[in-house]
């Protein structure tokens, strides 16, 4: 499947807000950042070290390791924003910035602020730490979107003569690195860098990148051992063994690995890649890996949200159902590897549970991580906050009740921002030897797709998040007939209404589509309706944090509760079994949002003394009625301060059903 439609423009009521705001502020807040100019902000230096690696500047390194990164996300999401929205002040600001990387470049084709300015005889001696070919990667993509955009080659150029040089520097050769990185990231850069070229040896490189790791001997292992565990980031010496390698999933070759485990980024990134080479080289094996990491992923450990990675001990996965709700990672960089990886999975085969994914990880785990100005961010997306323990326990340090300006380790924002300036590239796959196009995302906006019937045009116009109706015209139609596939959503429990124009039409089901092949005339309307209303949501027996509580879902949103609308301490409420839930639109939340209303129930505290801990549980009252309200959450924490809970303890049957 070719997978890639043409000229797909976002335009939808929704959508719209956050694309526009990415555009006209978070790319120019983003870029103040990467210099520095925001105030009470955690410095960058992104900027600056390029200055002083192109020998433009005096000065020491600052930041991380992987701070070249940074910088080219943001040079990425440029890229997207410039196909869609020509502009040229921007325009220009990016080929200064491409000039930059260019002088701070290596004749060789080596490019690498960190180890040009501190570390210069050190290239290539720390994969496992030092993130080379992780910023390697990220500087890739940002060529390959901007060259697209702009049709300019002077990045693209310099990344070519740098995977070029790696080209040189690591392979099964005599005196080449038979070796990977410890963050993957690269591995799929290249497959967008053989796209954009049509260069073998890019596509080649990213598949000896993925079958060498997790071969025996283990690389990152003997690599440690030669510079006799000397690490970037500690004192102590560091000794790792094979099995230690399962953090950068590198214990066992890629097509063994049964189980998502240790660092979710690196994870997803590499399972991304692994998606992409299976379909272009028709792997069965990578294939199969995939589908079985992708099933342990999403149904054992994620998030109702969306969320990955439940520890901040590594940023990692742990273990099946192991899913705290106050102690969670799910870093935002998480989530958008996983909608990466659901989007080359669908590339692969289309199947809606991966879509269902992709969706449900963008309206709510990424969009929540930043704030509804796109100034403020997220980089841990917690679904229970209790601000004093935030505050005041160690262990939960990494769990902020308000978004900051921006990190130390600033990779969320600008991947943010980049997701979100592509959008238009998830929206849609088509698959020309079936003459058939998959609609995945309900988002407004118009595409063109070649299909061996001919050229199609599609307009979609979608009111989704608020109601289930979705409309597309054709644009364009040729005349030999074509499937149009329109995924049945997870959430309308297989309840959808199709019609075209005007009339009820019947719909074969394959794979959580309904496809409906036709010869189809220009003005035709297709009109989709899922089922959208209200619902309590259970969690799987074995996810302890979630015993006896329920979350609040309409259609793709997950719904929270918070201090603003329902005072303190949430975790003294509940709410009935068979409550009903009331939606109404509320124009006075940030964007307007529909909110969910239902009669619940708090535990009586006046009774209790104030000094007195504990007493007999016959001693305890009816619990009292109280009105519950519920919004999306995407917008937590964009008000005061306060408590916020996903979940819910569920009370007895209050006597009505929905």
């Known amino acids: 499947m070719s997978g890639k439609p043409e000229g797909v423009r976002i335009r939808d009521d929704f959508w719209d807000r956050y694309t526009d705001l990415v555009r006209e502020t978070v790319i120019p807040y983003q870029w103040e950042a990467l210099n520095d100019r925001i105030p009470d902000a955690a410095p960058s230096y992104a900027i600056r070290n390029f200055r002083i690696a192109a020998g433009l500047e005096a000065g020491e390194y600052g930041g991380m390791v992987f701070q070249d990164s940074d910088v080219a996300k943001w040079l990425e999401a440029v890229g997207y924003s410039l196909a869609t929205h020509p502009d040229p002040e921007l325009e220009r600001t990016a080929d200064e910035v491409i000039g930059l990387i260019a002088l701070a470049q290596h004749e060789d084709g080596y490019l690498n602020t960190y180890f040009t300015v501190k570390a210069p005889d050190e290239r290539w001696t720390n994969l496992y730490e030092a993130h080379e070919l992780y910023c390697a990667g990220h500087m890739m993509e940002a060529a390959v979107a901007y060259y697209e955009a702009t049709g300019k080659r002077k990045l693209l150029d310099v990344v070519c003569r740098f995977a070029d040089y790696i080209g040189n520097v690591f392979g099964e050769g005599p005196g080449q690195i038979r070796g990977y990185d410890g963050h993957q990231e690269i591995e799929l850069a290249l497959v967008k860098l053989h796209r954009a070229t049509g260069e073998e040896r890019y596509l080649k490189l990213a598949r000896f990148f993925i079958d060498e790791r997790g ?43 049964t189980a998502a485990v240790g660092h979710s980024v690196r994870a997803v990134y590499m399972y991304t890649a692994m998606a992409d080479l299976a379909r272009i080289a028709g792997d069965r094996e990578l294939a199969e890996a995939c589908r079985r990491l992708w099933a342990n992923m999403t ?99 990494h769990v902020k009740a308000v978004r900051q300006k921006w990190f130390g380790c600033s990779c969320c924002p600008p991947n943010v921002a980049r997701l979100l300036s592509s959008l238009h590239d998830y929206v849609y796959t088509a698959d020309p030897a079936s003459d058939t196009i998959y609609a995945h995302l309900f988002i407004g906006g118009e595409a063109r797709f070649a299909l061996a019937a001919g050229p199609v045009g599609l307009a979609q116009q979608s009111w989704l998040p608020w109601e289930g109706r979705v409309r597309f015209e054709l644009t364009e139609a040729p005349s030999a007939p074509f499937a149009l596939a329109l995924r049945i959503p ?17 719909y074969e089901t394959k794979d959580g589509y309904a496809v409906v092949r036709r010869a189809w005339a220009l003005g035709d309307v297709v009109e989709w309706a899922p089922e959208l209303s209200a619902r309590l949501t259970a969690a799987h027996p074995d996810i302890r944090a979630n015993a006896g509580k329920a979350a609040v879902e309409r259609g793709p949103l997950v719904y929270c509760l918070e201090e603003a609308d329902n005072g303190r301490p949430l975790a003294s409420l509940s709410i009935p079994a068979d409550a009903k839930l009331t939606a109404a639109f509320e124009a006075g939340l940030p964007g307007g949002a529909v909110v969910i209303d239902a009669e619940g129930r708090a535990d009586e505290r006046d009774s209790w003394q104030a000094e007195t801990a504990y007493r007999p549980l016959a001693e305890r009252l009816r619990p009292i009625p109280v009105k519950l309200r519920a919004v999306p959450y995407y917008l937590w924490g964009n008000r005061e301060p306060g408590e916020m809970t996903v979940w819910v303890r569920v009370s007895d049957a209050a006597g009505g059903k929905e």
Not at 227 to 251: C, F, H, K, V
Not at 313 to 319: L, M, N, Q, R, S
Not at 490 to 506: D, E, F, K
């Open 490 to 506: 997870a959430w309308c429990a297989g309840q959808a209404a199709l019609a075209i124009n005007g009339r009820p039409a019947p």
């Open 299 to 397: 149904r054992k450990q994620m998030y109702i949200t969306g969320g990955i990675g439940s520890t901040h001990h590594g940023e990692a996965f742990t273990f099946d159902y192991d899913l705290p709700n106050d102690t969670v990672y799910a870093e935002t960089c998480a989530s958008i590897g996983l909608i990466f990886f659901a989007q080359r999975m669908l590339k692969l085969e289309p199947k809606a549970d991966y879509a269902d994914v992709m969706e449900r990880a963008l309206y709510n785990n990424v969009i929540a991580s930043m704030s509804q100005d796109g100034k403020h961010y997220f980089y841990v997306n917690p679904l229970e906050v209790w601000p004093e323990a935030s505050a005041r326990n160690p262990g939960r340090h």
């Open 215 to 257: 071969a025996q001997p283990n690389f990152l292992v003997d690599e440690t051992n030669r510079r006799d565990g000397r690490s970037i980031w500690t004192e102590r010496r560091l000794r790792p063994t094979a099995a230690d390698m399962a953090y950068n999933q590198a214990d066992v070759p890629v097509r063994e690995q």
